[in-house]
Each structure stands twice: as C-alpha cells, then as structure tokens.
C-alpha cells in the first residue's frame, strides 16, 4: 500500500470512529500512527477523500465522509449517533421514508443508512435536508419508518400518509 493510500485510510478511519474538526489534529492523529504529513497534505487527502464540514447537534464542526467503501457495514452504534445526531423527522407513506436532517447533513445519515444494512430498506436518495428511503416489498414505509424512528431515538411523533 503506497504511503497515500495508508495515509487517506488513516484519516477516514479517524472520521468515522471520533469527531475531528481541523487538519491540525489530523496531523497530530497521523503522527500518533507514526505517519508524518503537513497541513497541506491533510487538505488535498481530505479533498480526494470527499471530505466535508458539518454541525454536530453540540454546534462544533467536525468533518463527515459522504461515501465509504459500500462493502463495508457500519456498526449499529455509528448508525445510532448518526441518526441522533442529525434526524429531526421521520415521516412515511407507502413504501417510502422521508428522513429530515439539517441542511447539508441529508448525505451523511443517508451513507450510514446505505452502509448499515437496515433491514427492508432497499436504497436511499439524499438531497440537501432530506434522505428519501425506499422500502422493500416485504416491508411497509410505515415499519421501516418506526425503525428508524428508533434508531434515530425519535419516540412516539405522529407520521403522515
């Protein structure tokens, strides 16, 4: 693996599993693994990388992937926080799922969501504040819905459909 490749590994490993809200402290991380990068170098990794600003619930900005390697399933906890940290509505109708986040977070909660393997969710469409979710044949929006709801500690709220 070339010294970049690790390098961009390192740094998306970082973004998923703590919150990092500047190059600095991604330099710092880097190091802790014993690989040495500049500022500079962290800038173009986290461009390659897709890499983007967003606002926790806490109002810090932390960086965010868009898309991670599809083959990969994100663990039920990293699904949790993304979906209580950035789902402020879940509403249903027929086989569809309309998720709210706040602008510009709609692609985060629906990576997860793609990454997670939801049972009876089939796919997810995001826009700037809304993950439209499609449900399976044997599902109904209404389940997945209340699934959703769950994960994204939403209790009770009424739906619509």
């Known amino acids: 693996m ?6 961009q590994q390192l740094i998306s490993r970082f973004i998923e599993q703590q919150e990092v809200g500047n190059q600095a402290q991604l330099v710092e991380l880097l190091l802790s693994e014993q690989v040495s990068a500049t500022q500079a170098t962290v800038s173009r990794d986290l461009d390659d990388l897709g ?4 606002r926790t619930a806490s109002g810090s900005s932390v960086y965010a992937l868009p898309e991670f ?13 993304v979906m209580g940290e950035w789902v402020g509505e879940v509403t249903s109708s027929s086989n569809l799922v309309v998720v709210r986040t706040p602008p510009g977070c ?5 990576s997860a969501l793609d990454r997670s393997a939801v049972v009876g969710l089939i796919g997810t469409v995001a826009g700037d504040d809304t993950v439209l979710c499609i449900a399976a044949e044997d599902s109904t929006g209404q389940s997945l819905a209340a699934e959703l709801r769950q994960l994204a500690g939403l ?7």
């Open 69 to 81: 390697a599809p083959d990969r399933v994100a663990p039920l906890e990293q699904l949790r926080r």
């Open 51 to 54: 890499a983007i600003k967003v």
């Open 2 to 7: 070339s010294v970049k490749a690790r390098r």
């Open 155 to 161: 209790n009770g709220g009424g739906h619509h459909g």
């Open 106 to 110: 709609a692609h985060v909660v629906a």
